[in-house]
Each structure stands twice: as structure tokens, then as C-alpha cells.
């Protein structure tokens, strides 16, 4: 992008002066380099999010933008209803609540790599990965009804985890204000023999190692040393979710001009929060989210047990769970005052500073650890949240890498083979259904993610707490 | 003059699929292919198996999306592959028949999910030659 068409703030702030139809200005945190190469696309899809009703301070996106439906990828809205603000399905996307979850393993580099190869197979054998497979859990519409209200505790429940892991995840594993009876039952029937699945895409297992420490004292909060082994998993609301957000979207846009809203972009579709369409949407979004929860719950165990039947000593406490598809009702102070607003994070993670009342407990002196995903052969970064982020972005930092370049032209540059053998040969073990999802997900596909962590800890949205590294990732 | 055929076209984060045909019936069609060809070869996927598809939207673009959401979700829950599909139209009334068979990670070698089709890049329209062109990008 042309950086002429920012007003430049600071170092990592480029602001762009409300124009048109726009309510608040666009901000978008990133460095130089990162603005000269984003798509114009991020531009566009800022200025038209700050046309929609109700928004407050700026419609913001995070290093790692990208073009997206309606709100761009990373982009980050608050809005509220006595403002006639909305909710709007094209703010949280289609993979409802897709997040990332860390697993620490109490194990070092050099336990994991004499077992590599079999621990890799282990994992690819119990972990269903890629399309058309399927988990072992099928859920008749209580069980739907009940998993839908509880989310991870639900899983817990059922047997999935332990009571401890529910203290380490975003609402402590259940999103409140869930109602099943308004997802419809196309969504429940998608969801039938996919919980417990990881999916294909973006969405991967990784077993990583802790190759740098930035921050020592967060570090120790957060349990981590370098060498450390954890298992990262990124996934979201499966079949649920897609199609939730397939038929608001459709109901919103229809929708919006009987409410009065002109709608830049017809996939900002979105309706007041304060409305029928918009309640309901959020009583469906929020069981996606507990979809999510109960999803990732499940794979936890899975990979649990994956690993207890490779390296029996092993134990895999969980150290966090991030969603970054979601619209949540958090409480901000804007102008000195409090106040209570749908925060819209689209491939953004929340990033709540140290002494923030939402982190647990043993956490909170750190501020909210952020999970950021790499790509496959790359790197991935474990950040915390600041009490500067709460102020600039609604408590948001990036999610993610951000790809460079389009899966067309990805399957058009790279084999998937080739990509396999040449992560093999330094180290990173790939087991994947598909050699063409693989080549359309390899490595060179991505922005470099050093790059955008380090832009968003210079912005101040979170801070560096540790760089890891794969071992082993299983693609779906 | 045959103006049947599909495309693939670029998307920051995804795929663009789209549909060209001497009708809008033949541009819903190809661009089902297209979406597809996401996935898997379509002409690996022997058509099998048949079912019946119906949509209805307040306009053509909309319409176009609910078509492709239809046969993801046929996909998703039926686990089956399209390779053959004809559409008929009536004003914004969708009534379609797809054949396909049931997905064989082997045999098919899917690549990718399709999550849902957007309403970005969304597009319903004839040039000045007369070809029509369905196109939207699909979220993976």
C-alpha cells in the first residue's frame, strides 16, 4: 500500500482520517515494511468497517492483515448498542471461535527426538486430519444440545482433560449465554461425526521446541524454558460453526436495509445487537464457541493419550487456549469511562494486560498469554498481553503470520513432496492426507511471522515472551 | 459457440471460483465445478450417485452463493464429491441435480475443506457478447 495514505503516528501506527461515510478513523498497526507489501484490499476493508453503526474510537487491524470478507483478516472492532451499534457475522468469519491452544509436555528437545518418527505416526494415527475424516463421538441432540451450553467443560465432563485444564482457557472453557435452540439444525447435522476432528487448511498439530526465551520473568509465569517441548493445536468450530456463519450472513444481509443500515460491502452483513436477527446470531455464535472449545478439549485428550503411549512419563498440562474468530462483551475504558462493548476479533487474538480479571489466576501477574500460529516450517511465538494493548486496540494483538501469497499460485510454485523431503532434512517431520493442501500451506506461502511479532511488540499490542519451533506438525 | 468452462482465480487466503457458459444455468454449473476442482480432479470423480438440490434468494448474486453452499453441505454431510451437475433456473428459484460419489481419501486426494462460498468477489453477469460469468471466492 501507498504509504501517502496514512497519517503517520507513531513508528507502528498508521492512521487513515475518517473520509466519506467512515464514523471513526482506520488504524492499522504494523511497521513500514509490513504496510508497503499489505494487499490495498486491508484498506479498503478498515474504512468500510468504520461505516458500520455504532463502532467506537477506530476500526483497527492488527500486523498481520490481510484481505478478508467484509472485515479484513486481523481486523478488530468494538461497537456499542446503546449506539445502535451491531454484530456482525463477517466480523468473527466462518470458522467461529477458530483459536490456538499450547500444551506444555514437561519434556525436553532431547526426549522427543530418539521417539520422533513414532511419535509423529502415533499422532497422524489418532488424530482424524484432513477432509471427510471423522472423530469417534457422535452426539444425539441432547448430547448436541448439552456439548453446545458446556463447551470444554462439557468435554471434561465427558472425560475429555481434567478440571485444570478449564482454568487455562478464555472464559474458562464455557461461553456463557450459548443457546443451542438457535442453531439450526443443517448446523447441528454438519457437526454430527466431526468433534474431535482437526480439519484441513490453515489448521494444524505441531509438537515445537522452545528455541529462544525473550522474556524471563513472563516465561517462568507461563511455565516455559528454552528446550522445553509443547504441543501446539490450531483449530476451530468444525462444521458447526461454517455453517452458522454461512446462514446469518445470508439473514444479515438480508436484513440490514429493513434496519436501516447501508451496507458498504455486502459482507459486512451485520444487524443492531439489539434486534432479533442479532440476538439470535449471538446465542449461535456463542455455541460455536463452545463448539470450538469442546473441540480442541477433545484433541487435547487425544493427543494425550498419543504421547502416553509413546513416551509414558510424559504429562501434558495445558497452558492456554486462544480463540481468534469471536465477538465477545468485554468492558473498556474509552474517554475515561467504562464501558461495556461487542469486541469484534477477527484473526485476532484478545490480549489482556497483566492483572486483567479474565486471566487465571496463575497467569494474571503476566497479562493473557497470545498464541500466534506460524506456518508449517517456520516459526510460531508465545506473547503476553500489555496494559498498553488494552488502550489501543481493545486488548488485541495478531493471530498469525498472514499468507503472502494465494493458495492458487502456492499449488502453482511448490510439490508437495518436495516441501515434505526438504522440512525433513532440517528436522521438522510432516504427516499430512493431502501433498497438494500441503504445497498449498507450505512455508515460502507466508509472511514472515518474525517480522509481524516483532511489529506487534513494538506497537506495544503484546510483548515477546518465547520463539518455538516444529518438530512435528500433522496438516489436516 | 461453446462457452462452457471454469476458472480458478486468485485470493489473498483462498480460492476464487468461477463459471463462464452461454447461459447463467451453464455459469452456476461450471462454477459448482470450479469449486470443485478445489478439492479434488473432478474427472477423477465418477458420477455415481445423484441428488436434488433447491434454492431460493432475493437476487441472482445471493443465489449463487446459496447453490454453492448447498453442495457444501451436501459434501459435508453425505461425505460425497460432485463431478456432474445440471442447474435450471426459474427467476431467483434454484432446482439443480448433482451426481458424484462417495470421497476416497486414495482415490481423491482431497486437498482442502471448503468452509462456506462468500459473498466477496461476488459476481452475476453477462458481458456485451453475451457470455455469462458466476463467480464468488470460497472460504478453506
Given at each position: 500500500?501507498?504509504?501517502?495514505?496514512?497519517?503517520?503516528h507513531s513508528e507502528f501506527e498508521w492512521e487513515i482520517a475518517p473520509q466519506g461515510a467512515m464514523r471513526v478513523p482506520g488504524v492499522i498497526y504494523a511497521s513500514e515494511s509490513l504496510i508497503r507489501t499489505m494487499d490495498h484490499k486491508v484498506y479498503e476493508q478498515v474504512c468500510n468497517v468504520a461505516m458500520l453503526p455504532g463502532i467506537i474510537k477506530a476500526s483497527y487491524a492488527m500486523p498481520d492483515a490481510h484481505w478478508g470478507y467484509g472485515f479484513p483478516i486481523g481486523g478488530v472492532a468494538a461497537f456499542d448498542p446503546d449506539e445502535g451499534g451491531v454484530v456482525s457475522a463477517g466480523g468473527v468469519g466462518f470458522d467461529i471461535s477458530c483459536g490456538v491452544?499450547?500444551?506444555h509436555t514437561g519434556l525436553m528437545a532431547e526426549d522427543i527426538l530418539p521417539v520422533q518418527k513414532v511419535l509423529a505416526d502415533n499422532l497422524y494415527r489418532k488424530i482424524p486430519a484432513g477432509l471427510g475424516s471423522t472423530g469417534a463421538i457422535r452426539l444425539d441432540q441432547e448430547g448436541m444440545d448439552a456439548m453446545l451450553v458446556g463447551g470444554a467443560k462439557w468435554a471434561v465432563e465427558q472425560g475429555y482433560g481434567t478440571p485444570a485444564d478449564l482454568d487455562h482457557i478464555e472464559e474458562y472453557g464455557q461461553m456463557k449465554h450459548a443457546k443451542p435452540g438457535?442453531?439450526?439444525?443443517?448446523?447441528?447435522?454438519?457437526?454430527?461425526?466431526?468433534?474431535?476432528?482437526?480439519?484441513?487448511?490453515?489448521?494444524?498439530?505441531?509438537?515445537?521446541?522452545?528455541?529462544?526465551?525473550?522474556?524471563?520473568?513472563?516465561?517462568?509465569?507461563?511455565?516455559?524454558?528454552?528446550?522445553?517441548?509443547?504441543?501446539?493445536?490450531?483449530?476451530?468450530?468444525?462444521?458447526?460453526?461454517?455453517?452458522?456463519?454461512?446462514?446469518?450472513?445470508?439473514?444479515?444481509?438480508?436484513?440490514?436495509?429493513?434496519?436501516?443500515?447501508?451496507?458498504?460491502?455486502?459482507?459486512?452483513?451485520?444487524a443492531p445487537i439489539h434486534s432479533t436477527v442479532g440476538e439470535e446470531y449471538l446465542g449461535a455464535m456463542r455455541a460455536a464457541i463452545n463448539c470450538a472449545l469442546a473441540n480442541r478439549q477433545i484433541l487435547t485428550h487425544l493427543v494425550r493419550e498419543a504421547f502416553e503411549q509413546i513416551i509414558p512419563k510424559a504429562r501434558l498440562p495445558l497452558m492456554y487456549d486462544v480463540s481468534h474468530n469471536t465477538c465477545k462483551v468485554e468492558e473498556h475504558v474509552v474517554d475515561g469511562k467504562p464501558r461495556k462493548l461487542y469486541v469484534h476479533r477477527k484473526g485476532a487474538t484478545r490480549a489482556f494486560g497483566p492483572g486483567h480479571p479474565d486471566i487465571p489466576a496463575s497467569l494474571r501477574a503476566a497479562g493473557q498469554p497470545v498464541l500466534i500460529g506460524g506456518s508449517m516450517g517456520t516459526a510460531s511465538y508465545i506473547l503476553a498481553g500489555t496494559g498498553e494493548g488494552e488502550s489501543r486496540s481493545f486488548g488485541s494483538?495478531?493471530?498469525?503470520?498472514?499468507?503472502?501469497?494465494?493458495?492458487?499460485?502456492?499449488?502453482?510454485?511448490?510439490?508437495?513432496?518436495?516441501?515434505?523431503?526438504?522440512?525433513?532434512?532440517?528436522?521438522?517431520?510432516?504427516?499430512?492426507?493431502s501433498s497438494r493442501g500441503v504445497a498449498e500451506e507450505a512455508p515460502g506461502a507466508y509472511k514472515n511471522v518474525d517480522v509481524v511479532v516483532d511489529a506487534a511488540d513494538s506497537a506495544g499490542l503484546a510483548r515477546k515472551v518465547a520463539r518455538l519451533e516444529p518438530l512435528v506438525c500433522i496438516k489436516g | 459457440m461453446n462457452r462452457k468452462r471454469w476458472e480458478h482465480f486468485s485470493h489473498e487466503a483462498d480460492m476464487g471460483v468461477r463459471g463462464l457458459g452461454n447461459t447463467k444455468e451453464e455459469a452456476f454449473e461450471q462454477a459448482a465445478l470450479a469449486?470443485?476442482?478445489?478439492?479434488?480432479?473432478?474427472?477423477?470423480?465418477?458420477?455415481?450417485?445423484?441428488?436434488?438440490?433447491?434454492?431460493?434468494?432475493?437476487?441472482?448474486?445471493?443465489?449463487?452463493?446459496?447453490?454453492?453452499?448447498?453442495?457444501?453441505?451436501?459434501?459435508?454431510?453425505?461425505?460425497?464429491?460432485?463431478?456432474?451437475?445440471?442447474?435450471?433456473?426459474?427467476?431467483?428459484?434454484l432446482k439443480a441435480r448433482a451426481w458424484g460419489e462417495p470421497m476416497n481419501r486414495a482415490k481423491h486426494q482431497p486437498t482442502v475443506e471448503i468452509k462456506g462460498a462468500t459473498y466477496t468477489s461476488l459476481k452475476v453477469e453477462k458481458d456485451a457478447m453475451g457470455e455469462w460469468l458466476a463467480q464468488c471466492v470460497v472460504d478453506v
Open positions: 500500500m501507498d504509504i501517502a495514505l496514512f497519517e503517520h491452544r499450547c500444551l438457535n442453531v439450526s439444525e443443517r448446523a447441528k447435522k454438519r457437526q454430527r461425526d466431526e468433534m474431535g476432528t482437526l480439519g484441513s487448511g490453515n489448521h494444524y498439530l505441531e509438537v515445537q521446541k522452545v528455541t529462544r526465551i525473550f522474556d524471563a520473568r513472563i516465561a517462568r509465569i507461563f511455565g516455559i524454558r528454552e528446550n522445553d517441548v509443547v504441543v501446539s493445536i490450531h483449530c476451530g468450530s468444525r462444521g458447526l460453526g461454517h455453517q452458522i456463519g454461512t446462514e446469518f450472513l445470508k439473514q444479515m444481509a438480508v436484513a440490514a436495509p429493513g434496519y436501516g443500515i447501508h451496507l458498504p460491502d455486502r459482507e459486512l452483513a451485520c494483538a495478531c493471530h498469525g503470520a498472514g499468507r503472502a501469497m494465494s493458495r492458487h499460485q502456492a499449488y502453482k510454485t511448490w510439490k508437495g513432496r518436495e516441501v515434505i523431503d526438504e522440512l525433513a532434512t532440517r528436522g521438522i517431520l510432516i504427516r499430512s492426507p | 469449486m470443485t476442482a478445489v478439492i479434488t480432479n473432478p474427472e477423477a470423480i465418477a458420477p455415481n450417485e445423484e441428488i436434488e438440490i433447491l434454492c431460493e434468494a432475493p437476487d441472482d448474486e445471493l443465489l449463487l452463493v446459496d447453490w454453492l453452499n448447498a453442495l457444501v453441505y451436501e459434501m459435508a454431510t453425505r461425505k460425497l464429491l460432485f463431478s456432474r451437475v445440471e442447474v435450471h433456473l426459474d427467476g431467483h428459484r
